[in-house]
């Protein structure tokens, strides 16, 4: 294994003119494109990896200089999502992106390794079709910004080498959501806690608000940690002033989630607390 970068640069450099050509297919009122790029697989980039369906392939439009990045197409129909997915077709996706991340993180090539997933019209995202990106970070070590703190708080579930809990110092604001992974032969118990996240978000369990989410994967001191965050209009005081807001209900949320997914009371005996 490669001695990795280190990164000395604070941001990214935007390239406004190849960001003009990507094809968009994600609004809030029309339907899905008949026009997006990962269903006519014809115009593909060539596979770099390939299990049925799922597909690995360069992005054609690096919006970043100085970065590698690729995309996992993570079903063939446009119209499904993660949460829809059968827990044979979750593994096999998670599999490949996290043999991917890891493949990018042990080559050295890179001063970081991004590894993130949006979804909805709030994400930031651009294309409607279920997809994960992975990013290799040339000059930019994103680890410096992150602390383990971003990922404690109340506890939702826990089993050894795993556990999911809500943020009570949260990045950004409100509810984040952060699986834990110390034990990486437990990783498809991450997976199921992820997309047990992602049905919780979108199915109504919070007062049906939430149409979109974006999670980010992190390699934190040999830990790996996921958060996953509904998304809403970001508040005034975090823009403004980079000032997050906590809300006082965390517990009742950590409740509504566990009485849904864990009704068992030996799976909540469990969840011991932060």
């Known amino acids: 294994m490669a001695e990795p970068l280190t990164g000395s640069e604070t941001q990214l450099v935007f390239k406004t003119s190849v960001s003009r050509q990507k094809p968009r297919t994600l609004h809030l009122s029309h339907p899905v494109s008949c026009d997006c790029p990962f269903c006519d697989r014809s115009q593909l980039p060539p596979i770099i990896k390939e299990d049925g369906d799922i597909l690995l392939v360069p992005n054609k439009y690096p919006i970043h200089e100085g970065s590698d990045p690729l995309v996992l197409i993570e079903t063939a129909h446009c119209d499904s999502e993660l949460s829809l997915y059968s827990e044979s077709h979750l593994f096999r996706v998670f599999h490949m992106a996290l043999m991917t991340w890891q493949e ?8 970081s390794v991004l590894f993130l997933k949006n979804h909805g019209p709030y994400s930031g995202g651009s294309l409607r079709h279920p997809h994960m990106q992975l990013i290799g970070l040339k000059q930019v070590n994103y680890r410096p910004n992150i602390s383990h703190r971003d990922f404690q708080g109340p506890v939702i579930w826990s089993a050894p080498g795993v556990r999911l809990c809500l943020s009570d110092h949260p990045r950004i604001g409100f509810y984040e959501f ?3 992974l110390t034990i990486r032969s437990q990783w498809q118990e991450m997976c199921r806690l992820i997309q047990n996240t992602v ?5 109504d369990h919070m007062n049906g608000k939430i149409n979109s989410y974006n999670f980010f994967f992190y390699d934190l001191d040999g830990v790996i940690y996921c958060k996953i965050m509904p998304r809403l209009v970001t508040t005034p005081l975090f823009m403004g002033y980079s000032i997050p807001q906590v809300t006082d209900n965390l517990e009742a949320i950590v409740q509504q989630f566990q009485s849904i997914y864990f009704p068992d009371s030996a799976l909540k ?6």
């Open 178 to 180: 952060n699986v834990e």
């Open 104 to 111: 990018m993180l042990d080559s050295g090539d890179y001063a």
């Open 269 to 274: 005996k469990e969840a011991m607390p932060s």
């Open 199 to 203: 049905r919780f978000l979108l199915r």
